[in-house]
């Protein structure tokens, strides 16, 4: 069964920080590049972060440069993302996806693409 499976979701208090994971099974990261996207209540889904197969270069979204951080365990067959100084603007449901490496050299935030999702993880920021 191909999967992808986030965790790591929960309710922090702003500045506080998580790191989520995202777990693939059935199939292996090295041919994908990995995102991660988010969607508020209402609003449209927007790319977070991603991670490219091969170089493993990343990119972000302004919102989040200098506080989150993509990383791959590729023996592990895991991409992490750690947030940092948490704000309440980060709350939504977290989605990890997989895009296979030959559609597009290097990784990118749109959702087109993604050909595997994950099932989310709720994150909430709130005092």
């Known amino acids: 069964q191909l999967q992808l499976v986030e965790a790591g979701g929960g309710l922090v208090q702003p500045g506080g920080s998580l790191r989520l994971s995202c777990a693939a099974s059935?199939?292996?990261?090295?041919?994908?590049?990995v995102g991660w996207f988010r969607q508020a209540p209402g609003k449209e889904r927007e790319g977070v972060s991603c991670?490219?197969?091969?170089?493993?270069?990343?990119y972000y979204v302004d919102s989040v440069k200098g506080r989150f951080t993509i990383s791959r365990d590729n023996a592990k067959n895991t991409v992490y993302l750690q947030m940092n100084i948490l704000k309440p603007e980060d709350t939504a449901v977290y989605y990890c996806?997989?895009?296979?490496?030959?559609?597009?050299?290097?990784?990118?935030?749109?959702?087109?693409?993604?050909?595997?999702w994950g099932q989310g993880t709720q994150v909430t920021v709130s005092s």
């Open positions: 059935g199939f292996s990261f090295n041919y994908y590049h």
């Open positions: 991670i490219s197969s091969g170089d493993g270069s990343t």
């Open positions: 996806a997989a895009a296979p490496t030959t559609l597009f050299r290097l990784c990118r935030t749109s959702t087109s693409g993604y050909t595997r």
